[in-house]
């Protein structure tokens, strides 16, 4: 028998239980994990609220992201084999598939190969936010050296890879947060400049960072009224990716704006990227050697891994998404994309009955677990 989460009604973290079952046998083109950790991320989130881009059958498996070992393949199954070290890829439906458990069934497109070097924490939490972030940036933005982007809500996972990935291809990033606090954090993350817009005009401060050009890309997961002001930092033929919507007020359309620049306002979810073989491996090639120790050269100094030490609790552990970057010593005028994990505390959703024996859950945002 083997545990796995599963929900019968959509809600809080209260609606999550803990159930048995038989180890599922893969079919044809699926592979059966035995799951090392999972991530815990907002799409969950939404889906477990039945408010995701998808509707939320009942019952219903969940879960995105998983990295573990490969314990059987189905028919068809070429390049994986039991024993292999790999980490999910969210290019599923939830209503189908679903990683919260000991054991994993997931189709072959949506499992990769990770940098041996990584830990489990670490292989669960790449791919959800690297490769939003690289499609949003290189494949649909077409970000290109000399390039501006604005990386809203710039402290979020996918914010933290945006900025790594502009570094990446030699664009300079914006990174915008409400106050100052997190400025000096972003700065080490990648960003090449921090607007915090309860205290600065992000439109005027684009325009001096820009010499009056503006932006060529936003990258905004927030949407609703900020998206007029993101319209105003724009340059012609400007793009405006807008992937998320974290605040419930209405997105109006830039009209004026957009006419007077000629700007493109578009809707992106990473699905256009894992719907797409082509981008897929693209995507994967693009991270992987973003991870990787020889395009970072010797793990030392300035570009060495954290021995933080996640903190045990109960019988699964947890750590905050990692996504800290480091200088590159080999090669100064970029950033690699190491990854530092951080130990996170953890509470049990108030009202808890039985069922959540041995797990527990955080209301920080973007953590990873590991089942022990």
Not at 113 to 123: I, N, Q, V, Y
Request: glycine share 10%.
């Amino acid at each position: 028998m083997s545990r796995v989460v599963r929900l019968h009604e959509t809600g809080g973290p209260e609606v999550l239980r803990v159930e048995r079952r038989e180890v599922p046998v893969p079919g044809p083109g699926e592979i059966l994990l035995r799951v090392r950790a999972i991530g815990l991320n907002r799409a969950e989130a939404m889906y477990r609220l039945g408010a995701y881009l998808e509707p939320t059958p009942l019952p219903t498996l969940i879960g995105y992201e998983a990295s573990g070992v490969v314990e059987a393949v189905g028919d068809g199954v070429e390049g994986f084999a039991p024993g292999d070290a790999v980490s999910t890829i969210p290019a599923f439906s939830m209503s189908r598939y679903g990683v919260y458990g000991d054991h994993a069934l997931v189709p072959v497109h949506a499992v990769a190969r990770h940098p041996a070097r990584l830990s489990w924490e670490e292989a669960t939490s790449i791919w959800m936010q690297y490769l939003t972030a690289w499609g949003g940036l290189v494949e649909v933005g077409a970000l290109r050296a000399g390039q501006t982007v604005i990386v809203t809500a710039a402290s979020s996972s996918v914010g933290i890879a945006a900025l790594q990935i502009a570094r990446q291809v030699d664009a300079t990033a914006i990174a915008t947060t409400r106050s100052g606090d997190k400025a000096a954090a972003l700065r080490e993350a990648g960003a090449d400049h921090v607007v915090a817009t309860d205290h600065q005009d992000l439109a005027a401060e684009v325009a001096r960072i820009t010499a009056g050009r503006g932006a060529e890309l936003a990258f905004d997961p927030i949407a609703g009224p900020g998206v007029e002001v993101l319209a105003q930092c724009m340059a012609m033929h400007g793009s405006i990716l807008l992937y998320g919507r974290l605040t419930s007020e209405a997105t109006p359309f830039p009209l004026i704006a957009a006419m007077q620049k000629q700007l493109r306002v578009q809707g992106y979810t990473l699905f256009q990227v894992t719907s797409d073989p082509a981008w897929l491996e693209r995507g994967k090639a693009f991270v992987t050697a973003g991870l990787s120790p020889a395009r970072c050269g010797r793990w030392s100094r300035g570009c060495s891994r954290s021995t933080t030490s996640p903190r045990r609790t109960g019988s699964w552990r947890a750590t905050r998404r990692p996504a800290r970057s480091s200088w590159c010593p080999e090669r100064p005028a970029r950033r690699c994309l190491a990854l530092r994990p951080r130990a996170l505390p953890l509470a049990i959703p108030p009202g808890a009955s039985r069922p959540w024996t041995g797990l527990h859950w955080s209301s920080t945002h973007d953590p990873c677990v590991e089942l022990q």
